[in-house]
T-cell receptor, first 113, second 116 residues
Framework: AQKITQTQPGMFVQEKEAVTLDCTYD???????LFWYKQPSSGEMIFLIY??????QNATEGRYSLNFQKARKSANLVISASQLGDSAMYFC??????????FGKGTRLHILP | DTGVSQDPRHKITKRGQNVTFRCDPI?????LYWYRQTLGQGPEFLTY????????KSRLLSDRFSAERPKGSFSTLEIQRTEQGDSAMYLC??????????????FGPGTRLLVL
């Protein structure tokens, strides 16, 4: 079974609108961490935001917020006021207490002018 | 500064040749990771080091692959007798161990390998 599921292969969003990228995860651990990375066409993976399983508040970093619903095992990324530069691949990832990170297959986001 | 750097950025080689990639982590980071990313997929873990010790290797890492981090700073990933299936982006990441679950990996720009 996949550990990280991103069900949206691609999304088109009008500039300045908010966008939600879906991510569900599968783990039996109580202690884990969830990450979102952005990968522009240049290829570099850019860290966006982190949520720990014990964090009671949803993580926020500027225009990025993570909608963490632990019971549903959901960790959706919300980008407010989207910009053309937000067009990229977005990857959800999880660390379960080991050291490596497991990535989903990603969502390609297109921001339309 | 001083993000993670990788060299070369692109490599084209013929099947059967050996290739070597280099990764220079963020200077104070004690952990270094290698991932492989094929088209349309997320990165897949290959191996990682804490200082100079290689602590884990994925089963994806066949015996044609070897990684080193001899002085606990930069790392090299060598692929011997390359095959067309080795064509991928090879990503390096580094992190600082002492943050536990909050440890965040910072990635380099990657080396894109094409095996003809």
């Amino acid at each position: 079974a996949q550990k990280i599921t991103q069900t949206q292969p691609g999304m088109f969003v009008q500039e300045k609108e908010a966008v939600t990228l879906d991510c569900t995860y599968d783990t039996s651990d109580q202690s884990y961490g969830l990450f979102w990375y952005k990968q522009p066409s240049s290829g570099e993976m850019i860290f966006l935001i982190y949520q720990g399983s014990y964090d009671e508040q949803n993580a926020t970093e500027g225009r990025y917020s993570l909608n963490f619903q632990k019971a549903r095992k959901s960790a959706n990324l919300v980008i407010s006021a989207s910009q053309l530069g937000d067009s990229a691949m977005y990857f959800c990832a999880m660390r379960e207490g080991g050291d490596k990170i497991i990535f989903g297959k990603g969502t390609r986001l297109h921001i339309l002018p | 500064d001083t993000g993670v750097s990788q060299d070369p950025r692109h490599k084209i080689t013929k099947r059967g040749q050996n290739v070597t990639f280099r990764c220079d982590p963020i200077s104070e980071h004690n952990r270094l990771y290698w991932y492989r990313q094929t088209l349309g997929q997320g990165p897949e873990f290959l191996t990682y080091f804490q200082n100079e010790a290689q602590l884990e290797k994925s089963r994806l890492l066949s015996d044609r692959f070897s990684a080193e981090r001899p002085k606990g700073s930069f790392s090299t990933l060598e692929i011997q007798r390359t095959e067309q299936g080795d064509s991928a982006m090879y990503l390096c990441a580094s992190s600082l161990r002492d943050r536990g679950l909050y440890e965040t990996q910072y990635f380099g720009p990657g080396t894109r390998l094409l095996v003809l």
